[in-house]
C-alpha cells in the first residue's frame, strides 16, 4: 500500500514507519520537525519506498499520486511542548486534521486519527472506557491538546458521516520507549534521564497519581491492527497495568543503578490524577494487548538513552 504518515519523525510515527516499511509497503513520511527528528527516519533514507516530504500539515497539503492510507499522527505531545507550542497544537489538529480528512478523501484513502486519553481530562472514571465523555478544562493550560485532540475526533466522525470516509479513531495512553526525546518532559523520560546524569527524579505531587505506560512496539502493533479493523469509533490503545508516578521513579531508580534522590514539586494545574484504560473494546476487536512487561520496556528504552549521552555530549 502507499501510506501517508503525519508526525512520522516524531517518537510513535517512527516506529510507525519501521513497521509500514518492514512489511513492504510504500511510505511517504511527512514532519515539520518541530518537534520530531529527521534521525528517527534516517535508516530509511535511501530506500526506494521511502520518501520524506518537509511540510506543516496546518497548510494545505499536495501529495502527487494515489494514497491508499492517511495516518494523522502530527502533534505535540509531552505537556512540556504543547504548553510551549499552544497555538500550534490546536491548529495542528484542527486545521491539520481538517487538511488530512479533505486529502484522504480526495485520494479515497482510508484515514486513521491518533487521538489520547487525555480526551478523558482527569477522568471521574475507572478505568476509562470509550462511552465516558471526560472531564476536561478547556481553558486550563492542558485544554489546548485536550480540546484540539476532541474536535479532531468530532471532525474525522463528521467526514465518516457526511463523505463516508473510511475513518478509524485511537485513544493512546502513555506510551514510551526508545526515541523518547531525553529530556522533553513526560514521566519516564525525565525520569531516565535525570537518574542517568545523576541529578534528583522529579515526582510533581506526592507521586500518588497513576499513569499506565505501554511499550511501543505494542502500541504500532494496536495502530496495525486497527488498520486492518473496519470500526469507526473510538478505541482504546492502553496498557491496564496501572502504577502510581513514584513506583516508576523508583523502578527507574533501580533499573538504572542511580544513586540519585527523588524530590517532590507541586503538582501541575489539572494533572490528571489516575489514568487507566478499559481494553475491552481492542481486545474484542483486534485480539489486542500489550505484551511487554514493563521492566522490559523500560531496560531497552534505558539502553537506548545510555547511548544518546555520547552523541548529545559531542553535539
Ligand atoms: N506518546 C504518547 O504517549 C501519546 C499519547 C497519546 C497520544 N499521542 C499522540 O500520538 C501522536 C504522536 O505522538 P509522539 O509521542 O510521537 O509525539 P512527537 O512529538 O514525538 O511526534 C509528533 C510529530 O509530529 C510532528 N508535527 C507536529 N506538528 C506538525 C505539523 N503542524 N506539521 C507536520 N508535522 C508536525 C513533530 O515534528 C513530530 O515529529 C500525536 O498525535 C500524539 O498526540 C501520543
Known amino acids: 500500500m502507499r501510506i501517508l504518515v503525519t508526525g512520522a519523525a516524531g517518537f510513535i510515527g517512527s516506529h510507525l514507519v519501521d513497521r509500514l516499511m ?81 486529502l484522504a478523501a480526495n485520494k479515497g484513502a482510508k484515514y486513521l486519527l491518533a487521538s489520547t486519553s487525555e480526551v478523558y481530562g482527569d477522568p471521574e472514571v475507572h478505568p476509562q472506557p470509550e462511552t465516558y465523555w471526560g472531564n476536561v478544562n478547556p481553558i486550563g493550560p492542558r485544554g489546548v491538546y485536550d480540546e484540539s485532540k476532541r474536535f479532531a475526533e468530532a471532525l474525522t466522525t463528521a467526514y465518516n458521516h457526511m463523505h463516508k470516509l473510511d475513518t478509524r479513531i485511537i485513544r493512546i495512553f502513555n506510551c514510551y520507549g526508545p526515541r523518547l526525546r531525553l529530556n522533553d518532559g513526560r514521566v519516564v523520560s525525565n525520569f531516565i534521564y535525570q537518574a542517568l546524569k545523576g541529578e534528583a527524579l522529579t515526582v510533581y505531587g506526592d507521586g500518588s497519581q497513576t499513569r499506565s505506560f505501554q511499550y511501543v512496539a505494542d502500541l504500532v502493533d494496536g495502530i496495525v491492527r486497527t488498520m486492518g479493523c473496519d470500526h469507526h469509533l473510538p478505541i482504546n490503545l492502553g496498557n491496564p497495568q496501572e502504577k502510581t508516578v513514584l513506583e516508576i521513579a523508583k523502578l527507574i531508580k533501580e533499573l538504572t ?59
Do not use: C
Request: hydrophobic share 35%.
Open 22 to 102: 518492514s512489511e513492504g509497503h510504500y511510505v511517504i513520511a511527512m514532519d515539520n520537525l518541530i518537534t520530531g527528528k529527521y534521525d528517527n527516519l534516517e535508516p530509511h533514507r535511501s530506500e526506494t519506498r521511502f520518501e520524506f516530504i518537509h511540510h506543516n500539515v496546518s497548510n494545505y497539503i499536495h501529495v502527487p499520486g494515489h494514497l491508499d492510507w492517511v495516518v494523522h499522527l502530527a502533534s505535540p505531545a509531552s505537556p512540556v511542548d504543547y504548553l510551549e507550542l499552544p497555538i500550534q497544537t490546536l491548529k495542528v489538529n484542527s486545521l491539520g486534521t481538517h487538511n488530512t480528512l479533505g
Open 257 to 315: 543503578r542511580s544513586r540519585s534522590e527523588i524530590v517532590f514539586k507541586p503538582l501541575p494545574i489539572d494533572d490528571p490524577r489516575r489514568r487507566l484504560p478499559d481494553i475491552t473494546k481492542a481486545r474484542e476487536l483486534l485480539g489486542w494487548e500489550p505484551k511487554t512487561q514493563l521492566v522490559d520496556g523500560l531496560k531497552e528504552t534505558i539502553a537506548w538513552f545510555e547511548a544518546q549521552f555520547p552523541k548529545a555530549a559531542a553535539r
